[in-house]
């Protein structure tokens, strides 16, 4: 008669880190689904439905009160008929916006950039004459039509350089 005592069936993870797993995979899940153009839309979206609130609010204060709860769903009405009307509106609007301003600060920062490159160079002699350098070849470049042994071997007669 054999009888075991021992039992080798033991879990190979912890179930508090299955659990913290699952708490991880979720908060990425949940900030690959967040869209900070979407979230700008819809804040776009809310000024504009709560412009459209204000102007019912004061059409429908000049009337009487025996018409207040027609005026009511006729201000919700107008408040839903926004939202759907202008949401892709101003989805699109947004999203123009923020490419927009996307281009207009990496052109920013590339002047101040250049900017700041320059004011050091005219500082430093040997900076000075790497631009020099560096704008002359872009200028060969462009004159030869983008070859670049032609350009290879312009630069090196120009720089005095005759080994290749």
């Known amino acids: ?9 033991y879990p190979l993870t912890h179930p508090g880190v299955e659990r913290a797993e699952k708490v991880v995979h ?9 869209s900070p153009t979407r979230t700008l839309a819809m804040m776009l979206l809310a000024a504009v439905v709560a412009a459209f609130i204000v102007v019912a609010d004061q059409m429908i204060d000049t009337w009487a009160e ?3 709860l027609a005026a009511w769903v006729a201000l ?14 101003s989805k699109t609007l947004v999203a123009q916006l923020k490419s ?12 101040r950039s250049d900017e700041r ?14 631009l020099q350098v560096a704008m002359s070849r872009s200028d060969e470049e462009v004159l030869l039509g983008e ?3 032609q350009s290879r071997v312009a630069r090196l007669l120009r720089q005095r350089q005759y080994y290749i």
């Open 1 to 9: 008669m054999n009888h075991n005592f021992v039992h080798l069936e």
């Open 26 to 34: 979720n908060f990425q899940r949940l900030s690959d689904t967040f």
């Open 66 to 68: 025996g018409h207040l």
């Open 76 to 89: 919700w009405a107008l408040v839903f008929a926004a939202v759907g009307l202008f949401a892709g509106f």
């Open 100 to 111: 927009g301003l996307d281009a207009w600060a990496v052109k920013a920062a590339q002047r």
């Open 117 to 130: 490159l320059w004011s050091i160079a005219q500082a430093d002699a040997r900076l000075m004459s790497d």
């Open 147 to 149: 070859s670049s042994t």
